[in-house]
């Protein structure tokens, strides 16, 4: 526990760094060496335990995302996740005051996640969680690593 605590506070400071390139100089490449997606399982806790699927069990909790293999010499990288949601929200019951909060129209599906990330081992992560309302369906989800795309999933909460 100590470790992960540990490694938690390196990761923090690392993503304050600023890794940008020194004027004149190119940016530092990022290669994409492979990237998967499926479910975590927190039964282990102190270790990564994933397993690649494109189904995630509609289960409060369960935990599911990404694993990309990255090649770089750049402490921390840009990664953002545009995630697009389901096409139907959870139907409201009549009278419930967060009825009109619960429809979500076509403009506003999408929902985007902008943070650094460092790589351990030569990998990033990017881990979700099912929340108490979210509803079963098909997903896509696209993680953009320094501006370019480095993972597409097509996904199912089932």
């Known amino acids: ?38 479910i975590f399982d927190a039964s282990k806790p102190g270790e990564l335990a994933f397993e690649p699927t494109a189904v995630v069990p509609h289960r409060v909790g369960q935990r ?19 995630y697009l949601l389901p096409t139907t929200a959870k139907a409201a019951t009549a009278g419930d005051p967060l009825a009109e909060s619960l429809s979500i129209t076509t403009q506003r599906r999408n929902q985007v996640s902008q943070r650094q990330l460092v790589p351990v081992d030569g990998r990033i992560i990017g881990e979700w969680e099912i929340g108490p309302h979210e509803p079963a369906g098909q997903r896509h989800l696209q993680v953009i690593i320094e501006g370019h795309l480095g993972g597409s999933f097509q996904y199912r909460v089932e």
């Open 1 to 38: 526990m100590m470790i992960r605590k540990a490694l938690l506070l390196l990761a923090v400071f690392m993503n304050s760094l600023v890794c940008a390139a020194p004027p004149g100089q190119a940016a530092t490449p990022v290669e994409i060496l492979s990237a998967e997606f499926g």
């Open 64 to 82: 599911y995302g990404w694993v990309i293999e990255v090649r770089t010499t750049r402490r921390s990288l840009s990664v953002r996740e545009e």
